[in-house]
């Protein structure tokens, strides 16, 4: 019965930067994922937090220049997208952990609930 709603995305230049938010009720009680899907290319991990703002994971494609992070007071988990390149782009979805699953951040079959997906769009 839980719902992610997602919010942000559009079209940048490279080296801009965008911030993707996924909102829902309680969502620090769940770990988050971030998955991305380019056209004619299979879906791949981007980042990811553990539930109550705990560690954080990167694909090495994203890592020090994508930042996720949790806030709380407004039941959103955000990600932050800085120094942005046209491969980044493709339809962004955040999944949330509901059920505690043993499995590793880095696997979609780990959540059980996503977002509607948001469009990011990279000019070069």
């Known amino acids: 019965q839980v719902l992610l709603v997602q919010s942000g995305g559009g079209l940048v230049q490279a080296g801009g930067s965008l911030r993707l938010s996924c909102t829902a009720s309680?969502?620090?009680?769940?770990?988050v994922g971030w998955f991305r899907q380019a056209a004619g290319k299979e879906r791949e991990f981007v980042a990811a937090?553990?539930?109550?703002?705990?560690?954080?994971y990167y694909a090495d494609s994203v890592k020090e220049r994508f930042t996720v992070s949790s806030d709380s007071a407004k039941n959103t988990v955000s990600l932050q997208m800085n120094s942005l390149k046209p491969e980044d782009t493709a339809i962004y979805y955040c999944?949330?952990?509901?059920?505690?699953?043993?499995?590793?951040?880095?696997?979609?079959?780990?959540?059980?609930?996503w977002g509607q997906g948001t469009q990011v769009t990279v000019s070069s």
């Open positions: 999944g949330a952990d509901i059920y505690y699953s043993d499995g590793g951040p880095r696997e979609a079959q780990s959540y059980d609930v």
């Open positions: 309680l969502v620090s009680m769940y770990g």
């Open positions: 937090i553990r539930r109550s703002g705990g560690a954080t």
